[in-house]
């Protein structure tokens, strides 16, 4: 019989939180490397992109999800149903709680749909860098006042605090089961998603206020230059696609310096990503309406 230091674990984990509560952050913590982009301003994460965490004793693979709120457009309805559809679907939940924010009727609201899952949820009280102990220790205990969790845990994913410990509660709510991916996967998304997440990044690091939600990218072509023997090159076409007219004079910058700062920036990061050289077209498209226009989010891949 196998004692119990053989049992391997293996399964799905979906962090929740409202927006900003340091999800994405935290997964590329547990998983060692940047793949989900983050940004200061709330809701940046659109798609449930999956990092994977593979110890010797088990494998949790991470969904990031978009936060739940209340929908305005459809496209936050459809990410309402997206990370409904997730949560269905996952063995455990982290639910997570920024250590220095009071708990809102935002919080309320996950908590009350995440009391309907079948899923353990793990409570994580993140950003413990940025609040004092007492503050923490208040924190915890309004959170255990907030629903029925598994665990609650304080973490901060930026000092690396808990983050070992945290993993260990997660993969320790796994059901046994094989290895699901091979150990060296860290994500399953392709190189293209990825590479128009980082153009994406670069562009909400740049600009303020209401553009955030009215930034899509899409990645058009990826071609490989014939450089004669030198180090590759690959040519990328991206488009920028925004909302209104009135936004673009606001992603060209003065004489097109944004857009080319824009530029400069994902392409350093999709050189670290790829590993080679990359020239970087970045062209700026306006859809009109396009998070209302079911056809348009289609074409978007939302
Ligand atoms: N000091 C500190 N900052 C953190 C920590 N975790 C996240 N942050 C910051 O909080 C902000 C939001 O973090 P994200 O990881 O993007 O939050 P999110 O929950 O994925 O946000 P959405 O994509 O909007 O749902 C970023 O500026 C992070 O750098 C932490 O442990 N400590």
Same mark, same amino acid.
């Given at each position: 019989m196998n004692s119990e230091e053989d049992v391997y674990?293996?399964?799905?984990?979906?962090?929740?939180?409202?927006?900003?509560?340091g999800k994405s952050t935290l997964t590329n913590a547990l998983v060692g490397s940047k793949i989900v982009i983050t940004s200061d301003k709330p809701q940046t994460t659109r798609?449930?992109?999956r990092g994977v965490l593979s110890r010797p004793d088990g494998q949790l693979v991470l969904v990031d999800t978009p936060g739940l709120h209340r929908p305005r457009t459809l496209l936050g309805q459809r990410l309402n149903d997206v990370v409904r559809g997730t949560l269905a679907d996952v063995d455990v939940i982290g639910f997570c709680l920024p250590a220095d924010e009071k708990i809102g009727p935002g919080d309320r609201f996950i908590a009350a749909e995440l009391s309907q899952l079948k899923a353990p949820v793990v409570a994580i009280v993140t950003k413990t860098d940025r609040a004092s102990k007492p503050r923490i220790?208040? !924190?915890?205990?309004?959170? =255990?006042?907030? =629903?029925?969790?598994a665990e609650v845990v304080p973490v901060s994913a930026v000092a690396?605090? !808990?983050?070992?410990?945290?993993?260990?509660?997660?993969?320790a709510r796994l059901p046994t089961g094989p290895q699901l991916y091979p150990s060296e996967v860290r994500t399953d998304e392709s190189d293209e998603s990825r590479i128009a997440e980082l153009i994406r990044e670069a562009a909400l690091a740049d600009v303020r206020d209401e553009l955030p939600h009215s930034i899509?990218?899409?990645?058009?072509?990826m071609n490989p230059r014939d450089t004669e023997g030198r180090p590759p090159l690959l040519d990328i076409f991206a488009?920028?696609?925004?909302?209104?007219?009135? !936004?673009?004079?606001i992603i060209l910058?003065? =004489? =097109?310096?944004?857009l080319k700062r824009i530029g400069t920036d994902a392409r350093h990061g999709i050189e670290e990503l790829l590993g080679q050289r990359v020239n970087l077209k970045l062209h700026v498209s306006v859809m009109g309406e396009w998070q209302r226009d079911p056809k348009k989010l289609d074409r978007l891949g939302f």
């Open positions: 674990r293996s399964g799905f984990c979906a962090f929740v939180g409202r927006p900003n509560a798609r449930a992109v220790a208040e !924190q915890l205990m309004a959170v =255990g006042q907030l =629903g029925e969790f690396g605090e !808990q983050v070992d410990l945290l993993a260990d509660l997660l993969i899509a990218v899409t990645v058009e072509e488009t920028l696609h925004l909302e209104r007219t009135s !936004q673009r004079p910058g003065a =004489g =097109g310096s944004r």
